[in-house]
């Protein structure tokens, strides 16, 4: 079974950083691309950022480019997202997927994690 465990969000004031893990397993992890997704309560989920399996690409929404940094460790089954500069527009809930870079999204037959909470407020 795919289980992805989010985890590192917290408050945090604008300009602040984040670091959030992703623990996967039930799956072989090097094989797959991999994405963070977020949502804020009222608005649809949108891509955050995604990385290859290997992990020498990667892509970013326009609102976090230079600010945030996907990567990967495929020794240890993780996955991170560095958050830098952080604004409150960045408050949601951040998810782990593994993602498909063919049709451009995240596999759609997999189910959503927990995620993890990310609140930027001063």
């Known amino acids: 079974q795919v289980q992805l465990v989010e985890s590192g969000g917290g408050l945090v004031q604008p300009g602040g950083s984040l670091r959030l893990s992703c623990a996967a397993s039930?799956?072989?992890?090097?094989?797959?691309?991999m994405s963070w997704y977020r949502q804020a309560p009222g608005k649809e989920r949108e891509l955050v950022a995604a990385?290859?399996?290997?992990?020498?690409?990667?892509k970013y929404a326009d609102s976090v480019k230079g600010r945030f940094t996907i990567s990967r460790n495929n020794a240890e089954n993780m996955v991170y997202l560095q958050m830098n500069s952080l604004k409150p527009e960045d408050t949601a809930v951040y998810h782990c997927?593994?993602?498909?870079?063919?049709?451009?999204?995240?596999?759609?037959?997999?189910?959503w994690g927990q995620g993890t909470q990310v609140t930027v407020s001063s």
């Open positions: 997927t593994r993602y498909n870079w063919v049709i451009m999204g995240r596999l759609s037959l997999d189910s």
């Open positions: 039930g799956f072989t992890f090097s094989s797959y691309g």
């Open positions: 990385i290859t399996s290997v992990g020498g690409r990667t």
